[in-house]
C-alpha cells in the first residue's frame, strides 16, 4: 500500500507505521526518512533513542533526508513535556 506525500512522491506504507511508533507507542526517540534508491518511494531510513545532538550527528552532511523527533523537554512550573517535530534536512 501506498500513500500519496505532499511532494507527489508516494510514501511506503511502512513511513505511517514507524511513525504510530513513535507517536503512540513511544518506540523510539526519531525517525530519519529518505527516497529509495530508484527515486520512486519515500522509505524509513533508521530509528533509533539518541538524544538530540547525538541525532542531529546521525544525519548526513551533505545530503537531503526528512526526520521527525520527539523532543522532550521541562516546561517551568508544567513538568515534563514532548513535543514531535518534522524536520527537512
Known amino acids: 500500500m501506498f500513500l500519496q506525500s505532499s511532494s507527489g512522491v ?3 506504507s511502512d513511513c505511517v507505521k514507524v511513525y504510530q511508533g513513535l507517536k503512540l507507542g513511544k518506540k ?5 526518512y529518505n ?8 522509505i524509513v531510513e ?6 538530540y545532538d547525538e541525532f542531529l550527528g546521525a544525519l548526513p552532511e551533505n545530503e537531503c533526508r526528512w ?6 523537554f521541562e516546561k517551568e512550573g ?4 514532548n ?7
Open 10 to 12: 508516494p510514501l511506503h
Open 28 to 32: 523510539f526517540k526519531y525517525i530519519i
Open 35 to 42: 527516497i529509495n534508491s530508484d527515486l520512486t518511494e519515500i
Open 46 to 51: 533508521s530509528t533509533g533513542n539518541l538524544d
Open 67 to 72: 526526520a521527525i523527533y520527539d523532543f522532550e
Open 78 to 81: 508544567a513538568g515534563r513535556r
Open 83 to 89: 513535543k514531535i517535530t518534522f524536520l527537512s534536512w
